[in-house]
């Protein structure tokens, strides 16, 4: 199984969302990560065949997706940021209004609700409408629906966003335990959900692919660039203003830790700490929008 991305790109007019992509997927969970506006949405839309390249091409195993047709996206699972959704559905019925949308027939849809309902923890408000449900429970409905016709291809936009901690820690292991044997792509600006699961990261800024490497890889591309600096309240701003500061904490008295990513020893006394992919979040993307994990 593999799906390849072959130069692509899409113009809105004259800006550029996705600039000159190339990369090849197989199965595993790939991370796409960046900050908003950096054009992941208009990407996945495009791998999902909802939105049309300007140029370039996405092929699964070796054809076109564009000929494939109706056949590629039987073998798609997408969650968009916002799924739609009949509020005054309950689970169980939106779930057999999706596969028969996706052409299941009666019996394997009853068999696939029945298991999917287990698996994402609904199947005791199986029965209540939707409208009651929390964000978090709306979600897992959303990934229900997107696995129902066992997709090879998984791709997932933001699908943390808004839920709280431990939603999250639930949601991903959910990701993790769906994702054997195709191929995922998460896309967050939520380094942490990223961090857990992914085998892969694909970062993108600016609608360019910069970062395309294996997690620890791409962690240890920061090695000697993160730092622990000891300093008094007073210095605070003056280090900020110089540095990329990504966390600071007060200790007894008026000393302050700060934690930096720099290029070079941001100061005298300073030591290199091993670096994190928040560190690598914060290094390519410290004049953008910064959306850090809070667990």
């Given amino acids: 199984m593999e799906l390849s991305i072959e130069c692509l790109s899409k113009r809105f007019g004259s800006k550029i969302a996705v600039n000159n992509i190339s990369v090849t997927l197989q199965p595993g969970v790939y991370g796409l990560l960046g900050a908003n506006g950096a054009g992941k949405t208009t990407l996945m839309r495009m791998v999902c065949d909802v939105l049309k390249p300007t140029s370039g091409r996405i092929l699964y195993n070796g054809k076109e997706i564009e000929q494939l047709g109706e056949h590629y996206r ?3 699972g997408y969650l968009p940021q916002d799924f739609g959704y009949y509020p005054d559905f309950t689970a169980k019925e939106y779930l057999n209004f999706i596969a028969a949308i996706k052409g299941i027939d009666t019996v394997t849809a009853k068999k696939q609700i029945t298991e999917l309902l287990k698996i994402v923890n609904l199947s005791d ?4 409408k939707i409208r009651t449900f929390s964000g978090g429970m709306k979600q897992r409905l959303g990934i229900a629906q997107a696995v129902i016709n066992d997709p090879h291809i998984l791709v997932l936009d933001e699908p943390t966003a808004g839920l709280d901690p431990k939603e999250r820690m639930r949601f991903r292991n959910l ?11 998460l896309s967050t600006h939520i380094v942490s959900d990223i961090d857990y699961i992914a085998d892969d990261i694909l970062m993108m800024k600016k609608g360019s692919l910069i970062l395309n490497c294996s997690t620890e890889k791409a962690i240890h591309s920061m090695d000697g660039k993160v730092w622990n600096c000891k300093l008094l309240q007073s210095q605070i701003n003056e280090v900020s203003e110089r540095f990329r500061v990504v966390n600071l904490h007060h200790e007894q008295g008026n000393e302050v830790l700060l934690r930096v990513v720099s290029d070079t020893q941001p100061m005298c006394g300073a030591v290199n700490v091993p670096p994190t992919l928040d560190d690598l979040y914060l290094y390519h993307f410290q004049d953008e929008e910064i959306r850090r994990d809070e667990e």
């Fill in 74 to 76: 039987s073998y798609l």
């Fill in 125 to 128: 408000v199986a029965e209540k």
């Fill in 175 to 185: 990701i993790a335990e769906l994702a054997k044997d195709k191929i995922v792509i």
